[in-house]
């Protein structure tokens, strides 16, 4: 049971260029997250799914694309890279609503 | 709005001290509280939860009273230990909708020996 993981664990991008994070689950869980982390600002929520088919805009959703074609999968696309969106991107899943939330090992990027 | 407040960091204490990291935190609802703990190089894991009024979550020995009259849940841990250094997260969920967790800025503990 390897829980939740993500590739890569760093990456360097530059501006305009186009990537997807990967993030995988092997709970069955039916909810899946992916948030950011910035220093002094906590996570925030960039989009989220809440099963197979079913996704839905966080907080920060500009220049983040996601799909969830299978239960395991939620990849995290950035379309065109910007300085901005440097920063530790997290994967997490949950069973149900109002659940523990189990988060991946994250997922350095940097945007030149 | 929903959101969550802690102290601001680092907090820096000698091996076996006491702990205390405040959290506050404003919901509409009922929110459940959470305390997670990422640890260097890692991501999030956690390490206590309450889901409602007067509950006290409690893990390798940390401590978190959910107080609803003071809309508070600080972190507490008797005697800290070097391996406890890391940052700790105060989070909610709003029950209804989607359980998006919603964070504090995160206090960074360092534990000296």
């Known amino acids: 049971n390897a829980g939740v993981t993500q590739t890569p664990k760093f990456q360097v991008l530059k501006t305009g260029q186009s990537m997807t994070l990967q993030c995988a689950q092997d709970?069955?869980?039916?909810?899946m997250s992916w948030y950011r982390q910035d220093p002094g600002m906590g996570l925030r929520l960039i989009h989220y799914?809440?099963?197979?088919?079913?996704?839905d805009q966080g907080e920060v959703p500009n220049g983040y694309n996601v799909s969830r074609s299978t239960t395991e999968d939620f990849p995290l696309r950035l379309l065109l890279a910007a300085p901005s969106q440097t920063s530790v991107y997290f994967c997490?899943?949950?069973?149900?609503?109002?659940?523990?939330?189990?988060f991946g090992p994250g997922t350095r990027l940097t945007v030149t | 709005g929903n959101s969550v407040t802690q102290m601001e960091g680092p907090v820096t204490l000698s091996e076996e001290a006491f702990l205390t990291i405040n959290c506050t935190y404003t919901?509409?609802?009922?929110?459940?509280l959470f305390w997670y703990v990422q640890y260097p190089g890692e991501g999030l894991q956690l390490l206590l939860k309450?889901?409602?009024?007067?509950d006290k979550g409690s893990n390798k020995g940390f401590e978190a009273t959910y107080r609803k009259e003071t809309t508070s849940f600080h972190l507490e841990k008797g005697s800290v230990q070097v391996s406890d250094s890391a940052v700790y997260f105060c989070?909610?969920?709003?029950?209804?909708?989607?359980?998006?967790?919603?964070f504090g800025a995160g206090t960074r503990l360092a534990v000296h020996p």
């Open positions: 997490a899943s949950s069973r149900d609503r109002g659940n523990e939330q189990y």
């Open positions: 709970m069955n869980h039916e909810y």
């Open positions: 799914s809440v099963g197979a088919g079913i996704t």
């Open positions: 919901a509409t609802g009922y929110p459940s």
């Open positions: 309450a889901t409602k009024a007067d």
């Open positions: 989070a909610l969920i709003v029950t209804g909708g989607y359980n998006k967790l919603i």
